[in-house]
């Protein structure tokens, strides 16, 4: 397994740079992260007794200003990595470097510089907001926490902040009740934007919205990536908004990645089997069914405690062979690959899969949002 890791980091670290200038340093690098929580067990003294491997050896990077995608089922450890990078849990193994520093086990201390430049959207916008403070607090806090005081003073400032949400600036003091979800989720957005971070890593920011709201706050994400020039980590099991929103894609099963690769890439042209089966999963009326083979993926997530050997998608491939329960496939580029595109497969689908993007819009809006991207 120790070996098989080593390929897979010496892999990732080959296929990147060609992909990009080779001096242009990324803002955030994952090297083998990994977050195992212990399970305790056993009476009357308690000790670990397992682990369940929510991250489970993961490495790509993230360049300034750029968006990437992170997705898989629910249980696959896209949370937990998110948490990770912004460093509310501490890793069991691995290194994240941000803008070269290593701070895979900095303490809050050595933290408190960068705390403000990398900054977390959670799903629930509910949940994430505290009900008993106004909102011009709740925007207002980054800045108190990190002792900033703006030029024209806080409140002017979340003023201005609410303004480039679509908020009314007017409703400064009042309570999270009052708004609507989608609303919510722009105060959350404010939050996140209000110290300009360098990265914000965005958990399902639009999943518990409305259809009809997703596009809308996720048009407000692309809003702020753009004109302030911030990196997103994108995290979504939905693959339609997260190829609305990002350059590139990370593809993750069990904890680990299976395919990694600028959007296009990805896309049209899948290698990897899971990959190829998530992009078939979309409702059968926004298929051409006629165009295309689909593929069911029967069965569930298995445990993380003890995830299959070898291959981890295996015992739910319909390609799999023996080589797949015995060897681990590092995540590599594959001959018929486009550079910086990365496939962890011992038998690749064929690069001639035809494009199947146009399926996977799943929602008009978001559909009307994407061509006015390519005008
Ligand atoms: N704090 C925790 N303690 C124990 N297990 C956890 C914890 N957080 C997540 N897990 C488990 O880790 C796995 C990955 O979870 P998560 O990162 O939330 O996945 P995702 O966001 O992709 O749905 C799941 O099996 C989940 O039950
Ligand atoms: S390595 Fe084997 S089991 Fe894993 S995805 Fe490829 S064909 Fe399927
Ligand atoms: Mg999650």
């Known amino acids: 397994m120790s070996d098989n890791n080593t390929n897979t980091t010496t892999a990732v670290a080959d296929a990147i740079p060609g992909q990009r200038d080779s001096d242009t340093a990324p803002l955030l690098q994952v090297r083998d992260l990994r977050k195992h929580f212990p399970i305790k067990g056993g009476f009357p003294i308690r000790r670990t007794v397992g682990a369940v491997k929510a991250v489970d050896g993961v490495d790509f990077e993230v360049y300034e200003g750029e968006s990437l995608g992170l997705v898989g089922e629910s249980g696959c450890g896209k949370s937990t990595t998110g948490r990770l990078l912004t460093r509310l849990y501490e890793p069991t193994q691995g290194t994240i470097t941000y803008k070269g520093q290593d701070i895979s086990h900095a303490t809050r201390r050595q933290l ?109 994400l692309q809003k702020v990536q753009r004109e302030m020039g911030i990196a997103f980590v994108f995290i979504a099991h939905d693959l339609a908004i997260v190829r609305h929103f990002s350059q590139r894609v990370a593809v993750m099963y069990l904890g680990k990645i299976m395919e990694i690769a600028d959007r296009d890439s990805l896309y049209n042209r899948p290698r990897h089997p899971y990959t190829h089966a998530l992009m078939s999963a979309v409702p059968e009326a926004d298929l051409d069914v006629e165009k295309r083979e689909r593929i069911r993926l029967e069965g569930d997530v298995p445990s993380p405690i003890m995830p299959p050997s070898g291959c981890r998608f295996r015992t739910r491939c319909w390609k799999a062979q023996d080589k797949c329960a015995t060897e681990e496939p590092p995540l590599v580029q594959i001959s018929g690959n486009r550079s910086g595109h990365l496939t962890a497969c011992h038998f690749p689908e064929e690069p001639t899969i035809e494009a199947r993007a146009e399926d996977i819009v799943l929602d008009p809006a978001l559909a009307a949002l994407e061509s006015d991207d390519k005008s």
């Open 112 to 220: 408190a510089p960068i705390r403000s430049e990398i900054q977390m959207i959670f799903q629930d916008p509910y949940a994430s907001l505290n009900p008993r403070q106004t909102v011009g607090s709740i925007i207002a806090g980054p800045m108190e926490i990190n002792g900033i005081n703006p030029p024209g003073g806080r409140e002017a400032r979340v003023r201005e902040l609410l303004e480039i949400v679509g908020l009314n600036p007017e409703h400064y003091n009042r309570f999270p009740h009052e708004f609507s979800g989608g609303q919510r989720q722009r105060i959350g957005v404010a939050r996140a934007v209000a110290l300009e971070p360098k990265l914000i890593v965005a958990d399902e920011p639009v999943s518990a919205l409305d259809v009809s709201i997703q596009a809308q706050v996720v048009n407000l």
